[in-house]
């Protein structure tokens, strides 16, 4: 049922397709409306968006935080008495690039005894403290490696999301490439069928003329009938199958699936460069190479975090401030102001550290595989450039040898049917001279496209495919932002 309903929609297709003028398009102008349409061209663009924000997140790691605190708390000593103490503090700090930590505090806490200890205890008392204190590492830590680091892995993530991205657009620039092509191939055999259709019945037409006259047989008309009849149905299974791939392309694009569409043929050739030229652009826009450099990146920031975290902790600690104590007393009111401040250091060592040496060796082997895996591609890409040169050049020469081979079969042809027109050839040696000439047209055709394909390849991987495309870029500003978070909740 559903192929019956599919193969009506193809020939129903194939009839409209037959009467209305089909829209020529180039691979580029297929390509740009693919790009226009396509999702996951988006999704890609978006995801490199969402990867530079990884770099905002580990800046803000040098950020100021603060911090407050408010409590009470009721107290009773040995001896009986309840005090009340109610205390509340804020400070400031903030991470340095140098691996320190600085940081402001400010604080004022009051007790309230319900007996008085002694005439120069004051009671309620208040206790007001300023002071700025800073951490220095001296070994693990030094130079804030894991700030360092994480732009690092930051720049690494931008950078795997970019190759996605362009994997991405090559795969769909690959797949939009042998499409158009197949439907380039297709239509190439229908106008070679054409031609033959054509050639056919003029041939009909004079023996017919012929045969009303009793100059020719039968046979003769009845050769030529049964050729057209093979040939005409030959033509519709190409249209069915040419339509397939229209429809195909048409999906790609976002257009009505019954939209005619024809493949320009032309061949633009590239301006080449030398094979170092070619192989050099290869390697600047290989999405694989990207990906690796990545891996690299990501390996040499693994090597240092684990060099860092198998040190000891040696930190300097220093702190000075100011203390400011305010009460009544019995004598009278007390109020003083007192400098404090301090220094100390601190050290601990890992006693084990059979741990972080094996998370050392594993990011040596990262690297160690990362390097070959970028040997590989490194040597695929010289054969794959070095290859399509050599079949560019060699489909060149080929195309002078088909262009020489058809003038060969028409000229071949033209001179047979002057000898037919005087009775000294059969009508079967007129039929097979033209289905040589058809293969000689329809065989340069096909080298034609096969040229363009190798063009086409030549340029996906060094990605000048994409020199004429207007690539999509998506950024969300604040208005956007929180718009979407507004609508999300």
């Keep these: 049922m559903k192929s019956g309903f599919l193969n009506m929609m193809l020939i129903s297709f194939s009839l409209f397709v037959s009467n209305v003028s089909a829209q020529n398009l180039s691979l580029q102008q297929v390509l740009q409306r693919v790009v226009d349409h396509y999702p996951s061209i988006k999704s890609a ?58 940081g402001f505090n400010a604080s004022i806490s009051r007790e309230d005894a ?23 590492k001296f070994a ?15 720049q690494a993530g931008e950078l795997i999301a970019l190759s996605d991205k362009l994997s991405l657009y090559d795969q769909l620039a ?36 012929e045969f009303k006259l009793g100059l020719s047989e039968e046979k003769d008309v009845l050769q030529v009938n049964a050729r057209l009849r093979i040939n005409e149905a030959d033509k519709k299974s190409l249209q069915v199958a040419m339509q397939k791939q229209v429809i195909s392309l048409n999906r790609l694009m976002g257009r009505s699936w019954d939209k005619p569409l024809l493949a320009d043929t032309k061949v633009i050739r590239s301006d080449l460069k030398t094979y170092i030229e070619l192989y050099q652009q290869s390697q600047s826009h290989s999405p694989a190479l990207k990906r690796i450099d990545a891996r690299l990146q990501l390996a040499d920031s693994s090597i240092r975090s684990s060099r860092d975290k198998r ?57 160690g ?28 020469l080929a195309l002078t040898a088909f262009k020489n081979s058809v003038k060969a079969e028409d000229e071949k042809l033209e001179e047979a049917l002057t000898r037919y027109k005087d009775g000294r050839i059969e009508t079967d040696r007129i039929i097979d001279f033209e289905s040589q000439l058809s293969v000689a047209e329809l065989s340069f055709d096909l080298q034609t496209i096969e040229l363009i394909r190798r063009y086409h390849q030549l340029n996906l991987i060094r990605g000048f495919i994409w020199k004429d495309i207007l690539l999509p870029e998506f950024t969300f500003d604040d208005k956007t932002f929180t718009g979407l978070q507004e609508r999300n909740n």
């Design 174 to 209: 690959s797949q939009v490439i042998e499409l158009y092509l197949a439907m380039a191939t297709t239509q190439a055999r229908i106008n070679s069928i054409d031609k033959t259709i054509d050639r056919a019945q003029r041939l009909k037409k004079y023996i017919e003329d």
């Design 114 to 136: 319900t007996d008085t200890f002694g005439p120069t205890i004051p009671n309620p008392a208040t206790k007001t403290r300023v002071d700025v204190n800073y951490r220095h």
């Design 369 to 396: 595989i990362a390097l070959e895996d970028k040997k590989q591609i490194l040597e695929d890409l010289q054969y794959e450039v070095s290859s399509l040169l050599a079949e560019i050049q060699s489909s060149e």
């Design 140 to 154: 693990k830590g030094a130079g804030n490696p894991s700030y360092e680091e994480g732009l690092e892995s930051a």
């Design 45 to 102: 663009a978006l995801q490199v968006q969402k990867a530079s924000q990884e770099n905002i997140k580990v800046e803000s790691q040098l950020s100021w935080l603060m911090n407050s605190n408010a409590g009470y708390a009721r107290e009773t000593s040995l001896f009986g008495t309840a005090t009340d103490r109610y205390n509340l503090g804020a400070g400031v700090n903030r991470s340095l690039d140098n691996g320190g930590l600085l």
């Design 311 to 367: 040190k000891d902790d040696l930190d300097l600690i220093l702190y000075i401030g100011n203390e400011f104590n305010e009460g009544d007393t019995t004598n009278g009111d007390l109020d003083e102001s007192e400098i404090v401040g301090g220094i100390s250091v601190e050290f601990n060592r890992g006693l084990d550290k059979s741990g972080f040496d094996a998370d050392l060796r594993q990011a040596h082997y990262d690297k």
